[in-house]
């Protein structure tokens, strides 16, 4: 079983969709969680930690749901720039320094 | 203030040649990481070294194997390449081991044929 699954896409959507990534994992002591956006072509890039009673930053909330073992990505009035492919990123215990990242998912928002 | 530096940005190798990538932190943080990215996955952990040591190793064969400089850069070098070593090679540095806040190079897309 992977350490991170993502459902990879591609997510269609029209500008201003409100729009959703899940992500799961399968070491339940996990403790760290992240998104990054990957442009095509490019490096990832941090886009938010996930902690454990949820965060928002502007039109982005993070959620985690240790009881389902899943991470959550929201994305609220969606803009052309959020185009992009979304990592979701875990780090289980007790393996030195080694994060997990998905597969990634792939939204492109329609004008 | 500068990101994390790679260098080259493209190569294009033979199989069963050598590659060595390099990478430079961003200026005071001591931990690197090095990370395969193939076509349509997700970057897979190589290494991490904070202060010249090894501290973390992904499920990478020998041919792989890196090392970190006093001035905290890094190389990472590939012996033996076979075609599915063609990837792009991302090093990420952060502050120090435990902090979890990784930042990442803009990679060395690494062709073999």
């Known amino acids: 079983r992977k350490e991170v699954e993502q459902d990879p896409g591609p997510f269609n959507v029209p500008e201003g969709a409100t729009v959703a990534f899940n992500c799961t994992y399968s070491n339940s002591a996990s403790q760290s969680f992240f998104w990054y956006r990957q442009d095509c072509r490019k490096e990832p890039k941090l886009l938010m930690s996930?902690?454990?009673s949820g965060n928002e930053d502007g039109r982005f909330t993070a959620q985690l749901n240790r009881a389902s073992q899943y991470i959550s990505l929201l994305i609220r009035d969606s803009k052309l720039s959020d185009s992009a492919t979304y990592l979701c990123v875990v780090k289980p215990p007790n393996t030195g320094n080694q994060f997990y990242f998905g597969t990634g998912t792939s939204l492109t928002v329609i004008p | 203030d500068a990101g994390v530096t790679q260098s080259p940005t493209h190569l294009i190798k033979t199989r069963g040649q050598h590659v060595t990538l390099r990478c430079s932190p961003i200026?005071?943080?001591?931990?690197v990481s090095w990370y395969q990215q193939v076509l349509g996955q997700g970057p897979q952990f190589i290494f991490q070294y904070y202060e010249k040591e090894e501290r973390g190793r992904g499920n990478f064969p020998d041919r792989f194997s890196a090392r970190q400089f006093p001035n905290y850069s890094s190389e990472l070098n590939v012996n033996a390449l076979l075609l599915g070593d063609s990837a792009l090679y991302l090093c990420?540095?952060?502050?120090?081991?435990?902090?979890?806040?990784?930042?990442f190079g803009p990679g060395t897309r690494l062709t073999v044929t």
């Open positions: 200026s005071g943080h001591k931990s």
């Open positions: 996930v902690y454990s």
């Open positions: 990420a540095s952060n502050v120090r081991v435990g902090t979890y806040e990784q930042y």
